[in-house]
């Protein structure tokens, strides 16, 4: 069966779209304040206008330059690392049907408190949600004032590693805005500075006949599973070797600290009260 990104047909029946495999990835491999990080990452293949970055090999947090995240907000500044795109392809010539693209980024508060420190759980779960108002908890409908995305949704806690770390997803709202799914995976790389790797999977609007408007349900049309596999591959590939420096900081962050776990359960945030429903 021929999975390949040209279009002949149109598509009429459920797909399964097909892309990069994590077998035959090679290994991206960074060092950030002497903290080195490999991940397993497909090449970049996909028609749309995106440009890869590949990250450099050393990064030095105090000399390097941040700017806000957000051009137009402040609150976070970021500084970019890398950037992937992955086309996923439907059989027998209907085109490309999917999308997985990646965005690493460090990023940090515009005004870090000094008395916290991201190694502790707790600050670490604050900065996330703070992280995900930041990007998320304007968004809303302009027909009801609900919010456009729910996050954190399928919270898990990433074990193995010397630090702590989480993976989870922030959803669109499909009552009031499309059908994306945002997969993050957060860690900390100093007391306020954190490794934010974000993967944007998207499927693309299905026609079907003459019909002007395309189908309201896409995930009745395509699977997100090969897109969401591939994201979840490349963070279970995650390698983390903590500096000297980082590793003092996080024993000061937890002294006196009897569980320095992550919650098991983070529901998602209300940002507001009107037709919050999960849907």
Known sequence: MFY??????????????KGPDISWAPWVRFSINDTNISLKVP?????SSM??????????????????HRSSKD?????????????????????????????????????ANESLSFFHPRAFESGIADFMTYLYGEETSEKDGSQDWFA??????????????????AIENVKVAGNRTDRYLFFPLSDHHLLQIVFG??????????????????SKWIDNTPMEKLASDIINTLQITMSPGAKQ???KALAGTMDASLVKDFPPIKWNKAANKIG
Not at 43 to 47: E, G, I, N, W, Y
Not at 53 to 62: A, E, F, K, M
Not at 152 to 163: E, N
Request: hydrophobic share 30%; proline share 11%.
């Open 43 to 47: 090449r970049h293949s996909t028609k």
């Open 152 to 169: 954190p949704m399928d919270w898990q806690p990433l074990t193995g590693h010397p630090c702590i770390a989480v993976q989870f997803d």
């Open 201 to 218: 999977i998207a499927r693309n609007k299905v026609w079907i006949g003459s019909n002007p408007s395309p189908e309201p349900d896409t």
């Open 249 to 251: 900081q996080q024993e």
């Open 4 to 17: 390949v990104p040209y279009k002949f047909r149109q598509q009429t029946e459920y797909c399964t779209p």
């Open 51 to 68: 440009m890869p970055r590949n990250p450099r090999r050393n990064y030095t947090l105090d000399a390097y330059h941040f700017s806000n």
């Open 75 to 111: 609150g976070w500044l970021g500084c970019p690392l890398s950037t992937r795109g992955w086309d996923f392809n439907g059989s027998w010539f209907i085109g490309t049907r999917a999308s997985l693209h990646m965005y690493a980024n460090i990023i940090t508060p515009s005004e």
